[in-house]
């Protein structure tokens, strides 16, 4: 009987659906928390202007919570979408690597992976530095140096996950409902569009952790992306988009 269990909790089913349901819930709480830190609090409190216990806080009391959500939702949507490929069954085959929809959905992990690498590995570390020395200006300490060099790498992770997360979704969905998604490529198509596809993200993630020439500076270089705003952010994310469109226009095609 359970060899022909075909219900919820069969393999196939869990792969298919089970797992895949609980990636998109919790994709949506991750990205729609990374949608409001970007397009929300950060203008918000940067009003605070000379309210600095206020927007102390906002820190401490909102921005702490939100954050452990955040960065749990970013964990569990990795998770589940790692147990997607590992569940379904043949996950990998019919020319995965060659398809549209393996080079696709390729994409979506790769930058999801560095999305999710960025929420741990840069702004939940430097955010801790953030939200300590607002607890402790609330307490009548001195103010750590440190906080604002922080605040900053954790912005720009933050402002780039935003850029790359378009993109991300983009090809999340194009896994299912392009018409270019069963199309059988060349090697040629497949190894020229990894190479533009990969130098793109590399330089937008060096950028995003200060490796450029011009580091950290505001305004300076690639950064302009990231310090003009909500209107900068929303142009540099939906440019990439149209940059990731048009290589599969031109190397998606059989």
Request: no cysteine.
């Amino acid at each position: 009987m359970l060899a022909e269990y075909s219900g919820f909790f069969s393999r196939n089913s869990l792969g298919t659906f089970g797992f895949r349901w609980l990636h998109i819930l919790a994709g949506i709480t991750w990205i729609g928390l990374l949608y409001y830190f970007n397009f929300v609090q950060v203008p918000a409190f940067a009003e605070y202007g000379d309210e600095a216990k206020a927007r102390n806080i906002a820190l401490d009391k909102v921005a702490r919570r939100a954050l452990w959500w955040f960065r749990w939702a970013a964990f569990s949507t990795f998770v589940t979408g790692i147990l997607i490929t590992v569940v379904t069954e043949k996950y990998y085959s019919n020319n995965f690597g060659k398809s549209g929809r393996g080079l696709a959905i390729t994409t979506g992990m790769i930058l999801g992976t560095i999305m999710m690498l960025n929420v741990w590995g840069v702004i939940w570390r430097n955010q801790k530095v953030v939200l300590a020395n607002a607890a402790n200006l609330i307490a009548g300490g001195q103010a750590d140096p440190a906080a604002a060099a922080a605040g900053r790498k954790a912005l720009m992770a933050s402002r780039q996950n935003t850029v790359f997360s378009v993109s991300m979704l983009f090809f999340m969905v194009f896994t299912a409902h392009s018409f270019y998604q069963g199309n059988v490529l060349s090697g040629g198509k497949v190894g020229t569009y990894w190479l533009i596809a990969l130098i793109i993200i590399a330089v937008l993630e060096l950028n995003a952790l200060g490796l450029m020439p011009w580091k950290t500076e505001v305004n300076k270089g690639l950064n302009k992306l990231y310090d003009n705003g909500v209107r900068g952010t929303l142009i540099a994310a939906f440019g990439l988009w149209v940059i990731f469109l048009i290589l599969t226009e031109i190397f998606f095609k059989i």
